[in-house]
């Protein structure tokens, strides 16, 4: 059986995080060309939804790694025309892909480690880098239950790699509030999350996974669980919240 959507009730409890979320986005709103850095998942959606009520002054962008799911890009186009906002698409240096295609092949990361990080790093590190400069604060859709390496994930943090403000509003979220508030918000899914999909990254590095497996085992399936990760998030050097 694949992995389904949890369905929890849009309850207080949730509602009031909600609240709580609001709060944080308008802090984070008073930061310099502060910006979502949105993957379309739903944790993104929730605070897309939010961000476009409360008519917050954050830019939204995207990592349009160039090889994303078609329903990754229908969903990028539903949720601008939802929302009456634009999302940028940051794309990959075209010289740095053809220069990592001619090294390793098109699909390289699937040999070994080294090769994986070095498509992640060309295709969406450095283009993060790139939207991150000259802005005070950037805004994820991290949460702590996600992954071992985020249980510790503050509210707020420095992020000293980009030198600026992070906000992490759904860190004390599980997967039930996620898909309790995308529901009553009625905000675009990506199909791919009704289909076996929790977590969704680029196209070959991403799969459906069943029922009983965690929910990001089918990111970089053939890695061991601790190499999970593709360089987007590094390790604070302080937290404030
Ligand atoms: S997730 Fe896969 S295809 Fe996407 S940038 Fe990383 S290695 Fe490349």
Redesign the pocket.
């Known amino acids: 059986m694949i992995w389904s959507p949890p369905a929890a009730p849009f309850d207080a409890t949730v509602r009031d995080k909600v609240e709580r979320v609001r709060t944080r986005l308008a802090e984070a709103a008073q930061h310099p060309r502060a910006a979502l850095a949105t993957s379309l998942q739903p944790e993104d959606q929730v605070l897309t939804h939010l961000i476009a009520q409360d008519r917050l002054p954050i830019a939204l962008f995207a990592l349009e790694?160039?090889?994303?799911h078609a329903e990754t890009l229908e969903v990028i186009a539903a949720t601008e025309a939802r929302y009456g906002l634009a999302i940028e698409r940051i794309r990959?240096d075209p010289a740095a892909v053809a220069a990592y295609v001619a090294r390793d092949g098109e699909?390289g990361?699937y040999e070994s480690l080294e090769?994986?990080?070095?498509?992640?790093?060309?295709?969406?590190v450095e283009p993060l880098r790139r939207a991150l400069a000259g802005r005070g604060a950037w805004i994820t859709g991290q949460r702590r239950e996600q992954a071992q390496g985020r249980g510790g994930l503050a509210v707020v943090e420095h992020d000293a790699a980009h030198g600026l403000a992070k906000f992490n509003p759904l860190a004390d979220w599980t997967l039930a509030d996620v898909w309790a508030a995308v529901r009553a918000f009625d905000a675009p899914i990506n199909a791919l999350a009704l289909r076996g999909y929790p977590s969704i990254?680029?196209?070959?590095?991403?799969r459906a996974i069943r029922a009983h497996e965690d929910i990001r085992a089918g990111?970089?399936w053939w890695e061991s669980s601790e190499s999970k990760e593709?360089g987007l998030h590094v390790a604070p050097s302080g937290a404030t919240a």
């Open positions: 790694t160039g090889r994303l990959p699909n990361f090769s994986r990080r070095s498509c992640c790093d060309v295709r969406k990254g680029c196209e070959p590095c991403t990111r970089w593709c």
